[in-house]
């Protein structure tokens, strides 16, 4: 969508139709907000009208082997503003900016993508928990979980010694705070103890890395509501997993992908310096059985596993979105 040369904010014939109104504000945002961009149903009151800008956002599906569009489905994005109409004067009184549009766009957007990493967070946590930790080399998550594990309590002065730099001392206090709402940790005055439910897992599990997928798991399948703080932990993995299982939801069935297709979307998210790193990330998600790989026509292509499809599509978490896909 990009901003078009604008036309008047005035109509000449006066006073202003219900249809006049709906011919002048087509115009309008074709003109300032672009051709995405539509109108919805014109509210009539006693001095003006208003007239919602809506939006159909189109995904084109195309043909694994061929490129070709398969399919052409409409993501259903609503209401990204109003424009109000004078019905005596045929002035504009009020419109959102081409900013206020895309940004509600981008809005509507991430909510897509968010409510599909939920519930793949939720549906997949046992799976993603058995992520090489070498993957996750640079979370906190890990290391609060770690030192726990092996040190019983984590004392927050010594926390303050290790971690000079502000910004991340908070970042580890938040997560601490994140895992103690979950009862995976537990707070003795300013020393950090493990929770019950961290208790219940030790109990269950004598192996320290057992301990540490448990752990996770738990965070995942438990905490899946606060995605910001796992996206801290899966990353690169989340957002690929939702990049290969969105198409599929728009499609309806299971749609292989290639990685140029996975890489576009992947690369709206990452710097390019993560396309290095990319295959890699596709065969950890295929090691833990999140995705799997198949070659037709003598190409690599990836889609998601046939069981957590099912399951996403029973998940009371997508609801929301069944209705915006067309």
Not at 92 to 120: C, G, H, M, Q, W
Not at 149 to 157: D, S, T, Y
Not at 169 to 187: C, H, Q, V, W
Request: proline residues 5%.
């Amino acid at each position: 969508m990009q901003e078009t040369k604008k036309i008047t904010e005035f109509m000449g014939d006066l006073p202003v139709s219900k249809k006049d109104a709906e011919k002048f504000v087509r115009e309008f945002i074709l003109s300032n907000y672009g051709n995405i961009p539509s109108i919805g149903e014109i509210i009539e009151k006693e001095d003006y009208y208003i007239v919602p800008v809506e939006v159909f956002y189109p995904k084109i599906i195309l043909d694994e082997i061929t490129n070709e569009p398969k399919k052409v489905r409409f993501l259903k994005i609503g209401k990204v503003g109003e424009i109000r109409i004078d019905k005596i004067k045929g002035k504009i009184l009020d419109k959102p900016t081409f900013y206020d549009i895309r940004r509600n766009i981008r809005n509507k957007l991430e909510f897509v993508s968010s409510t599909i990493e939920k519930a793949l967070v939720k549906i997949g946590a046992e799976k993603f928990s058995k992520l090489p930790f070498a993957a996750h080399m640079h979370t906190p998550f890990i290391d609060i979980f770690s030192w726990i594990i092996v040190n019983e309590k984590l004392e927050l002065k010594d926390l303050e010694l290790i971690i000079p730099y502000e910004d991340d001392l908070n970042r580890y206090l938040s997560i601490i705070e994140t895992l103690t709402n979950l009862g995976l940790l537990a707070k003795e005055g300013s020393i950090i103890i493990p929770g019950n439910i961290f208790i219940g897992i030790e109990e269950k599990y004598k192996n320290t890395y057992e301990q540490l997928e448990a752990a996770l798991e738990y965070f995942y399948r438990e905490g899946y509501e606060d995605i910001d703080s796992i996206r801290w932990v899966l990353g690169p993995h989340l957002t690929l997993s939702r990049i290969i299982y969105e198409k599929s939801l728009e499609f309806g069935d299971i749609l292989p992908l290639k990685i140029n297709e996975i890489n576009e979307k992947f690369s709206e998210v990452y710097a390019r310096k993560y396309a290095i790193k990319l295959p890699r990330y596709l065969i950890q998600l295929e090691s833990i059985n999140i995705i799997k790989s198949e070659t037709k026509g003598g190409e690599i292509l990836w889609s998601g596993n046939t069981d957590i499809f099912n399951r996403l599509l029973k998940d009371p978490i997508i609801d929301p979105l069944k209705s915006m896909i067309e």
